[in-house]
């Protein structure tokens, strides 16, 4: 029975590899070159073996799929290493009002005001701590990923007044996240102020689109 147990996990590392040397990404639906996919296949094996070996045994299967995908990034599928990222922050953000998008390689976290600051405000809200849990559950697991702290505010007010406050912004969430042990040398901050609104800034809807906290994740080549 014991034997059982120790040689399934193995398999299922397997299974995962064969999965990522056929043409099309299993979560994106998007086709993959076949050496990514081969070098991705060969470094999901291995990494679910290492999983396994450095987990203990009731965390053994979790090890292995978080091996395998460290893996399947080290032999060249690091579209692989984002998409199982992506996944799990889409399921542990779902209802929370922060939408997770995908650019290339970056999985992007759009976190409006409502959730992160009140007006004028770069104290962080209670309501962002909870979000900002859940992320950090993610990058602690997959910790080959970069963390991009991007603040942005609507145009109402000065300029200045808006760089100097999407800078705040940007660092709270930033200093959140390093005091809950997130490495510093895998988180960056950039205050955009008023430069790239997503939306009109000539109504009230429009702004409260715009004024936003954005995390941006990045693999680290």
Known sequence: M???????????????????????NPYTG????SNAAKGSAIGAVTGALIGVAASSKSD?????????????????GIGYYMDVQEAELR???????VSVTRSGD?????????????????????????VLDSVLLVLKEYDETRVNVLGHTDSTGAESYNQLLSEKRAQSVADYL??????????????YGESRPIASNNNEAGREQNRRVELVLSPMK
């Not at 998007?30 to 070159?33: G, L």
Request: one cysteine or more; aromatic letters at 4%.
């Open 60 to 76: 053994r299967g979790k090890g292995a799929l978080i091996g395998a995908a460290a893996g399947a990034a080290a032999g060249g």
């Open 2 to 24: 014991k034997l059982k147990h120790l040689t399934l996990v193995p398999f299922l590392g397997l299974s995962m590899a064969l999965t990522a040397c056929t043409t099309v």
């Open 30 to 33: 998007e086709e993959q070159t």
């Open 178 to 191: 390093l005091r809950n042990q997130l490495e510093y040398a895998r988180v960056n901050t950039l205050g």
């Open 106 to 130: 970056n999985i992007i976290l759009n976190m409006p005001n409502a959730i992160t600051f009140a007006v004028n405000s770069s104290t962080l809200k209670q309501s962002a701590m909870p």
């Open 91 to 97: 399921q542990k953000l779902r209802n929370t009002g």
